[in-house]
Antibody
Framework: QVQLVESGGGLVKPGGSLRLSCAVS????????MSWIRQAPGKGLEWISY????????LYADSVKGRFTISRDNAKSSLFLQMDSLRVDDTAVYYC????????????WGQGNLVTVSS | DIVMTQSPESLAVSLGERATINCKSS????????????LLWYQQKPGQPPKPLIS???TRESGVPDRFSGSGSGTDFTLTISSLEAEDVAVYYC?????????FGQGTKVEIK
């Protein structure tokens, strides 16, 4: 069955960096767009980045543009999010999700990984 | 960006009663070329990721009970749970996928009265 498992979260100081990973199984990873979506504690959902199936197209929300970098390794069925210059308001559960593409939705989600930015 | 506004923020409904959640978009998410509304509803239970319920505003995803239904077009949409069950306690979100960035409503919490 489809599985997405995030890792790499934790506690980091403002201005610091973290790299999230998402290991995928159960579908042909290289055929799909993938996205990162986050949810601040007790808050709603915010899409933050997607990457096309080949990695040639990447898009970011304004809130993370210039600080976060999405990437993928199709040979290892893995998705990544490099987060630099982290701010307190980046504190959230980060989900990786299979993405049907720019005019589609996020159909399978990981369980999420908590990133806490605090001094 | 398209702003999605849900109402109410929360509601408490008795078991077996109807629950109705509204979602309004700041611009139309209807595409005339295919007559489709680019609107999806998610259900998120505590400690779990969101699960797609209804796509294209009114198409139930596989395995979703038929007590869940979606309606609306253009800018105004509704998710209805016809007869609330205990397992339906969750937060429900609408998502527009008409344009980038795709945006979510702020969520509606459904509880048992």
């Amino acid at each position: 069955q489809v599985q997405l498992v995030e890792s790499g979260g934790g506690l980091v100081k403002p201005g610091g960096s973290l790299r999230l990973s998402c290991a995928v199984s159960g579908f042909n990873f290289g055929n799909y767009y993938m996205s990162w979506i986050r949810q601040a504690p007790g808050k709603g959902l915010e899409w933050i980045s997607y990457i096309s199936s080949t990695g040639t197209t990447r898009l970011y929300a304004d809130s993370v543009k210039g600080r976060f970098t999405i990437s993928r390794d199709n040979a290892k069925s893995s998705l990544f999010l490099q987060m630099d210059s982290l701010r307190v308001d980046d504190t959230a559960v980060y989900y990786c999700a299979r993405d049907g593409g720019p005019r589609s939705w996020f159909d399978y989600w990981g369980q999420g990984n908590l990133v806490t930015v605090s001094s | 960006d398209i702003v999605m506004t849900q109402s109410p923020e929360s509601l408490a409904v008795s078991l077996g009663e109807r629950a109705t959640i509204n979602c309004k978009s700041s611009q139309s998410v209807f595409h005339g070329s295919n007559n489709k509304n680019y609107l999806l509803w998610y259900q998120q239970k505590p400690g779990q990721p969101p699960k797609p319920l209804i796509s294209w505003a009114s198409t139930r995803e596989s395995g979703v009970p038929d007590r869940f239904s979606g309606s609306g077009s253009g800018t105004d949409f509704t998710l209805t749970i016809s007869s609330l069950e205990a397992e339906d306690v969750a937060v429900y979100y609408c998502l527009q996928y008409y344009t980038t960035p795709r945006t979510f409503g702020q969520g509606t919490k459904v509880e048992i009265k």
